[in-house]
């Protein structure tokens, strides 16, 4: 059974407030002891899709940057190139949208590095034995970290069911074609609005891109489905295909989850931030109205448990109406299920928990 500190969120007095809680969060969760003098400490995080305006407050991450820096190491702000082309598909507009979102040295004290490189390309393959890869794609910049802190808005997701801890593991600390791998879909021509320039059939690794009578074609048995083409094209005229078996897709997400805490043992810690529990990730580029109240903020040294104890503590909640959630309003319902029907976030723990992530069985010690 792991330890899972919470702190609520009332504030009575000038020892009260929530940045205050995040430091004494870290101290009794025991992350000062995995983050030694020297280290250089990756604070792994979502800056937000442009749009999208419930992301993790900035002012949260400088805490724990602070706390880094206390111990004497070197912490760094990183995330990784999307699969989709928006406005963090190039480490260029990915740090652009970082620093618009607040996630300047100016507001956290320390530098926005994208930890897959410039286009995605920064990546080295790790073993893992997981259910469905032996191997798994993980961005450079997590994997030459010496620690690392993971914090996690927690909120809806349309086919993880929810994203948390192992999710920001998984999806989060993979460049776009490990991604790929997780959504195990394929990108298809939108011929319609293709011009014709080429520049797909220049990126694709494949040469599963071609040019036919001026338009784009796609040989899908050669593609590999790594989403280059996708974030080439100017026009936007190439889409990738999400749909996709949950269960399966979940399960490659925890394979995922476990390589990116691969040579890091004992020094991960996670951070789950439980406020504008919205019912999308906050890749879109919007911010749909929260489902439940705010809670409060979760830290353990185990992704699993602290998913597991978020999602405890969210269905514990009632749920809001006139809001996405759609059914189980009522304490105790699932409400990640009653948002998305067709998901089931819970089977991310179960299946994290069964491949040696961490352990589902927590206890709740709050501070
Ligand atoms: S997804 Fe990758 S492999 Fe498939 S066509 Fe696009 S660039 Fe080529
Ligand atoms: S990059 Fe886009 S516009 Fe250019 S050929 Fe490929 S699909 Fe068409």
Redesign the pocket.
Known sequence: MTDVYFADLRARGPHENKSQKIRRLFDAAGFGRMVRPGDLTAIKLHVGERGCDTYLRPIFARQVVEKVRERGAHPFITDTGTLYAGSRSDAVRHTVTAIEHGFDYAVVGAPVIIADGLRGGHWREVPINGKHFERARIAGGILDADSMIVLSHVKGHDLAGFGGAIKNLAMGCSPPSGKAEQHAGRPF?EVE?????????LVCPQAA?T?VEG??HLNPEHCVGCGD?MR????G??EFDWTTEIRPFIERLCDYALGAVHGKAGRVGYINFLLNITPDCDCVPWSDAAIVPDIGILASTDPVAIDQASLDLVNSERGFVRTQLAANHAPGEDKFRGTWDYTDGRYQTTCAARIGLGEEDYRLIEI
């Open positions: 021509v609005r293709c011009g014709g320039c080429g520049k797909c059939t891109m040019l338009r784009a083409c080439a094209c100017p026009e005229a190439i």
